[in-house]
T-cell receptor, first 117, second 115 residues
Framework: GAGVSQSPRYKVTKRGQDVALRCDPI?????LYWYRQALGQGPEFLTY????????KSGLPNDRFSAERPEGSISTLTIQRTEQRDSAMYRC???????????????FGSGTQLSVL | AQSVTQLDSQVPVFEEAPVELRCNYS??????LFWYVQYPNQGLQLLLK??????LVKGINGFEAEFNKSQTSFHLRKPSVHISDTAEYFC?????????????FGTGTQLKVEL
């Protein structure tokens, strides 16, 4: 696609429900990143993939959060048993390469706004 | 752990005036530094980045930033702003070489350009 696509754009759920957030990166992009942005804050790193391999999940807050990218393209971020503190904008980004070098940059999607009631 | 400080949460400025958005980072190792811009209802977009070399970095839309290692700063500047520059600006840092695009962001500065 032309850009990074995230769905749904908005998600409202009740506390205790599971949610799945989808990210479709730019075609051919090797790396895919998930960030979370709380209101009034900057984005916070959650996890990232090179191809289908999850390289770093140190930013996932707890074991209710998981992510996968089974075919090295589309990724899903799943939050189980949602809590109100999970409410935030969840942003996905992709990059062509893996090393973050001089000629690389991240392309961000518009995000999924999650509201847990 | 790295951290990025953007002291100004909001910066109002008149159109055609110069602007400086401040960013300081804390890291004892060499870093990559970035400025991103976020327009309403859009994703973040890279303005410019510093990896190494010349400390003055020029980016898109007439923005530039200067890396100052002794002051651990990476302030963003534009000599003459336009209404369309109204947006939120984020400073970010990563650890080379393996840090790649795992970024630590500041809390952002809302630039509001007024007529």
């Amino acid at each position: 696609g032309a850009g990074v696509s995230q769905s749904p754009r908005y998600k409202v759920t009740k506390r205790g429900q599971d949610v799945a957030l989808r990210c479709d990166p730019i075609s051919g992009h090797v790396s895919l990143y998930w960030y979370r942005q709380a209101l009034g804050q900057g984005p916070e790193f959650l996890t990232y993939f090179n191809y289908e391999a999850q390289q770093d999940k140190s930013g996932l807050p707890n074991d209710r959060f998981s992510a996968e990218r089974p075919e090295g393209s589309i990724s899903t971020l799943t939050i189980q048993r949602t809590e109100q503190r999970d409410s935030a904008m969840y942003r996905c980004a992709s990059s062509l390469g893996t090393g973050g070098g001089r000629n690389e940059k991240l392309f961000f999607g518009s995000g999924t706004q999650l509201s847990v009631l | 752990a790295q951290s990025v400080t953007q002291l100004d949460s909001q910066v109002p400025v008149f159109e055609e005036a110069p602007v400086e958005l401040r960013c300081n980072y804390s890291s004892s190792v060499s870093v990559y530094l970035f400025w991103y811009v976020q327009y309403p209802n859009q994703g973040l977009q890279l303005l410019l980045k510093y990896l190494s070399g010349s400390t003055l970095v020029k980016g898109i839309n007439g923005f530039e930033a200067e890396f100052n290692k002794s002051q651990t700063s990476f302030h963003l500047r534009k000599p003459s702003v336009h209404i369309s520059d109204t947006a939120e600006y984020f400073c970010a840092v990563s650890d080379p070489p393996g840090g790649g695009n795992k970024l630590t962001f500041g809390t952002g500065t809302q630039l509001k350009v007024e007529l």
